[in-house]
């Protein structure tokens, strides 16, 4: 373990914050500019919060482009090393807000942000080229043990492993879900049918297992690292104008600069940086941040994404399991769900308006989510309850994945407004339909 706390040039840590806080404050920023706020924050009438947190909605009117907008300037000050521990802090706390919030726009790098947000704030990201430095709010390094690296690296490593893996099925593995994605993905006809052909989109589909299950051993073996960079900036400067997924190739492509020797980082950012010399201080004292939090907060990492194997039921089509095991753009759904509402007292059916409760793009992400089924049929219980009327609210609901037929995915026998939900099993009204994909 003595090898964990071996000292090294801290240049790759400064440079990834200066990366992370002017990323983030895109991402910010950039959440209004584009109208992101808007629909799922200031439109909705109330968000799919993680369950159990429903209590966790949006401020009122547009309290939330203010909240965006701290966030914005938070970002900022972790860029400049401005009073870095309490701004990593409250942008990690507001950031939760946001992931847990709503799940309407769920998508892997909010999480992946989080998890880095909260890393951050145990590592000395701010002891070099950081204005606390400069106003004396800490005291200058040149170092750091070399853990904080690796703790980033293995954090990596984890999102590409088990990205590779979730993409072993079916319709990966024959190209219907990259041939999907792709289709009139551009304006321009001539690139749309190089991206129909079947030799294209089957050279996308296994690059991009390839490209994933194998990046980071290249990016570790210092022979074809510069090989494996020009890889990853092919690739994700691709899957940024084609896919059009924000920060996120950028964000991954910044986790580079672990990769290298830090006098090589040092030498390219930071050429003025006295050069690390050999001292008779060659490692820092063992620290319990890295046994108390980070040890625990990996076999967390690496469990979670696991879970779903111990769940009957393709997790592609149960979705129970699905989030934050990194099963990023695996596939598409699309579906509809009404509700049979019924008195339990005079056993009539009711009618309940959801057009008028949700928007377009919650209706659309709803009805194909059991989670957020079974919650939706909970807030119709509560809104007849306010009334005085006690009801069973059944869920006809019926989903596509990938262009495929579209099969039952909610048994309509079960009231969900009875039903708890599980958090760590299977919920028997869920649909398995093991032969779905076969």
Known sequence: MIKFYKVIDNSPLIIFRIFFGILFACESFGAILTGWVKQNFIEPKFTFSHIGLEWLQPLPGFGMYGYFIVMGVLSLFIALGFKYRFSIIALTILWAGVYFMQKTSYNNHYYLLLLISFILIFLPANTYKSLDVKYGYVKQSLT?????????????????????????????????????????????ALINELFAQKWFYMFITYMGIVFDGLIIPALLYRRTRNIAVIASLCFHIFNSIVLQIGIFPYFALSFAVFFYDPETIRKIFFKSKPQLLQSNIQFYKPNKVLWFIFIPYFIIQIALPIRHWFIPGDVLFTEEGHRLSWRMMLRSKSGTTYFNIVDKQTNTRLFYNLNDELTTKQYSNFSTHPDMIWQMAQRIKMDFFEKGINVAVYANSYVSINGRNSVQLIDETVDLANESWNYFGASSWIYSQPEYFK
Not at 153 to 170: G, H
Not at 171 to 176: A, E, F, P, S, Y
Request: aromatic share 22%; glycine share 2%; hydrophobic share 55%.
């Open 144 to 188: 750091m043990p070399i853990w904080c690296s690796w703790v980033l690296i293995l954090q990596i490593a984890i999102v590409y492993f088990y990205a590779t893996v979730a993409k072993f099925y079916p319709d990966w593995l024959d190209g219907t879900f990259v041939k999907n994605l792709l289709a009139n993905q551009t304006p321009f």
